[in-house]
């Protein structure tokens, strides 16, 4: 027999889709892969969309999360280049999850989108992006979520983007400064995987070019927060040249698309 599946990443687009879905497909299992490092806020809106199915969702990874990988790999902290986290954290668990059934996974990429979605090359699972077929975009996924009184992912009241580990190399540099203003605990956590790496002795860094250490000088999160104020009013300025048509459209997409499609989709 199919099976039909949803993997949540604990972000606002799979949200919308396990919403979407609830009483199209009532025999839908829910996944969500856990590197057991992901924001307190994360685990908190998934207890609000299990809330909402009136399901339980299926917690992956429950005794192997992220540290047992990551001295398997020697304590080399993952990268854009070195990405074993996305293969063993959330691909893995993922195939393992659905085995040699025949599997139907429901993605969440919106109408709006230009990204590839995750296709396993596993022949028993077929991907299929229900919000591409509706034409559903950005401005009907907050309101999906507005609408059914879950709402969009709490974290994001600070400024985070992206859903996934607080530590996630793909956060911008904003976000490490909002980090260690809203959670300097974690902030000092993931600091403490900046050590040097037992293969070579170099001391790899979450963030480009820089440490942790580097990066929350006082000065340098002052010189973040004014290149990040100059962006956006950057932003702003070539939104204004824009038509209301494609603003309203949904034509214009206003967030970083950039990031691991996987954990933040
Ligand atoms: S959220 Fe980032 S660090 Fe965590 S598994 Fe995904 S890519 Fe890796």
Not at 163 to 183: A, P
């Amino acid at each position: 027999m199919t099976r039909h599946i949803l993997s949540l990443s604990g972000g606002k687009d799979s949200a919308a889709l396990a919403i979407y879905m609830r009483d199209r497909v009532t025999e839908m299992e829910y996944i969500f892969s856990d590197t057991r490092k992901e924001l307190p806020e994360t685990y908190e809106y998934l207890e609000r969309i299990e809330d909402y199915l009136g399901k339980r969702v299926h917690r992956l990874n429950a005794e192997l999360g992220f540290d047992h990988w990551y001295d398997v790999y020697g304590g080399m902290i993952p990268s854009n280049h070195r990405r074993w986290c996305t293969k063993m954290l959330k691909l893995k668990p993922f195939e393992d999850f659905v085995g040699e059934d025949p599997v139907i996974n429901y993605v969440g990429l919106r109408a709006d989108e230009k990204r590839a979605g995750y296709i396993s090359h596993k022949p028993n699972i077929t991907a299929v992006y229900p919000f591409q077929n509706d034409g559903l975009k950005l401005a009907d996924i907050r309101e999906i979520l507005l609408d059914s009184g879950v709402g969009l992912p709490p974290y994001t009241k600070w400024g985070r983007t992206r859903s996934g580990c607080f530590f996630c190399f793909y956060q911008q540099k904003i976000e490490w400064v909002r980090l260690k203003e809203e959670h300097p605990d974690l902030f000092e956590r993931a600091k403490a995987y900046e050590r040097p790496y037992e293969g070579s002795g170099n001391i790899f860094t979450w963030s480009e070019r820089e440490s942790l250490t580097e990066l929350e000088q006082p000065e340098r999160m002052e010189a973040i927060k004014r290149e990040y104020e100059l962006r956006k009013a950057r932003k702003r300025e070539r939104r204004e040249d824009l038509t209301l048509a494609q603003v309203f459209g949904n034509e214009v997409v206003d967030e970083d698309e950039s990031g691991c499609l996987i954990c933040s989709l």
